[in-house]
């Protein structure tokens, strides 16, 4: 094992010593901490997205049954948050989230235990319901695009407008809604980068940590740019996917 451990430390340094000869300064590869911060940085930031994209989709979907509900008391709070969330900075939000609220927050649970909540938890909820927003009218456009004679067939089998909704509506809607959430859910990859601002060790964090010890910044943001590169691309591909699996015979093409 120590052979096989030094063989490839050799390696990775003649790879560190061959690109830097066109100017690129990756010794950090070679410094087990920096590498361990920066490969644990990854880990978190794939973490945050996974997280974000299960709260966006599940947020999604409550603030769509709301803004198609016939009730004015729940689709005209929905509409107010969906209209505030949509057009103020998603930075501006986790910092009040963070510096308002988190820090009220604490103070209120002072005396029982401290505040449970920490930075991811923080970056994961505003993110989450943030581009849950977006999903949102993407999934309302979509379930208003449901033709009138199936929602009138399943009325004629029974179904209360709930049923609907949740039977008929819902899965029809996300086929509709499906190129629309897959940009969103890119765009939410890219927005995790956000969580740095507030110290949450992700990839971004991770990469600053290292930069301004080791005055590389160039070579970490292409680091940054391949790793975000490769995760959208295999996101719009797993969407591309789920297109063709869930499109239905008669919609669509």
Same mark, same amino acid.
């Given at each position: 094992? =120590?052979? =096989?451990?030094?063989?490839? =430390?050799?390696?990775?340094?003649?790879?560190?010593?061959?690109?830097?000869?066109?100017?690129?300064?990756?010794?950090?590869?070679?410094?087990?901490?920096?590498?361990?911060?920066?490969?644990?940085?990854?880990?978190?930031?794939?973490?945050? =997205?996974?997280?974000?994209?299960?709260?966006?989709?599940?947020?999604?979907?409550a603030?769509? +049954?709301?803004?198609?509900?016939? %009730?004015?008391?729940?689709? &005209?709070?929905?509409?107010?948050?969906?209209?505030?969330?949509?057009?103020?900075?998603?930075?501006?939000?986790?910092?009040c989230?963070?510096?308002?609220?988190n820090?009220?927050?604490?103070?209120?649970?002072?005396?029982?235990?401290?505040?449970?909540?920490?930075?991811?938890?923080?970056?994961?909820?505003? @993110?989450?319901?943030?581009?849950?927003?977006?999903?949102?009218?993407?999934?309302? +456009?979509?379930?208003? +695009?449901?033709? &009138?004679?199936?929602?009138?067939?399943?009325?004629?089998?029974?179904?209360? %407008?709930?049923?609907?909704l949740?039977?008929?509506?819902?899965?029809?809607?996300?086929?509709?809604?499906?190129?629309?959430?897959?940009?969103?859910?890119?765009d939410?990859?890219?927005?995790?980068?956000?969580?740095? +601002?507030?110290?949450?060790?992700?990839?971004?964090?991770?990469?600053?940590?290292?930069?301004?010890? %080791?005055d590389?910044?160039?070579?970490?943001? @292409?680091?940054?740019?391949?790793?975000f590169?490769?995760?959208?691309?295999?996101?719009?591909?797993?969407?591309?996917?789920?297109?063709?699996?869930?499109?239905?015979?008669?919609y669509?093409?």
């Amino acid at each position: 094992m =120590s052979g =096989s451990t030094q063989g490839l =430390s050799h390696a990775a340094t003649s790879v560190v010593d061959a690109i830097s000869r066109i100017g690129l300064n990756y010794s950090f590869v070679l410094a087990p901490d920096e590498l361990a911060s920066f490969l644990h940085g990854m880990l978190v930031t794939l973490e945050l =997205s996974l997280v974000t994209a299960l709260g966006s989709l599940g947020a999604g979907v409550a603030l769509a +049954a709301l803004l198609t509900s016939q %009730r004015p008391a729940l689709a &005209r709070p929905a509409r107010v948050f969906v209209e505030i969330t949509r057009n103020t900075p998603t930075l501006v939000q986790l910092f009040c989230a963070f510096l308002v609220i988190n820090m009220l927050l604490s103070e209120a649970l002072r005396n029982l235990g401290g505040n449970p909540l920490t930075p991811f938890i923080w970056s994961a909820i505003v @993110i989450s319901l943030h581009k849950g927003a977006f999903h949102a009218e993407a999934l309302r +456009a979509g379930i208003e +695009a449901v033709p &009138r004679t199936t929602l009138e067939a399943a009325q004629s089998l029974g179904f209360s %407008r709930r049923q609907r909704l949740w039977s008929v509506q819902l899965p029809l809607a996300l086929r509709y809604a499906l190129p629309a959430l897959v940009n969103n859910m890119v765009d939410l990859v890219k927005m995790t980068t956000v969580a740095s +601002a507030i110290a949450v060790g992700d990839i971004t964090y991770a990469s600053i940590m290292i930069w301004t010890q %080791r005055d590389n910044v160039l070579e970490l943001m @292409i680091l940054i740019l391949l790793f975000f590169g490769a995760l959208t691309f295999a996101i719009n591909r797993a969407g591309r996917w789920l297109e063709v699996r869930l499109r239905m015979p008669g919609y669509g093409h």
